[in-house]
């Protein structure tokens, strides 16, 4: 039910949020294998609630982009 350019943001957004989490997650990863972290840990509501920050934040920048 989205015209284009709606549908264009919603995908910008959603491969912004995907894409900056994915790079995230790993890097907590390897800092936390590396001995560099060793007390953080988001659990699944961590990253679910900074992906959805991740994908606010996209939109935002998608939507400035097209103004």
Do not use: K, P
């Amino acid at each position: 039910g989205l015209d284009e350019m709606q549908r264009r943001l919603q995908v910008e957004a959603v491969c912004f949020a995907t894409l900056s989490m994915l790079f995230v997650a790993l890097s907590v990863d390897l800092l936390q294998v590396a001995g560099f972290l060793r007390s953080l840990h988001f659990g699944w509501e961590g990253y679910f609630a900074f992906t959805f920050f991740l994908y606010s934040l996209g939109l935002a920048r998608a939507n400035r982009r097209y103004q």
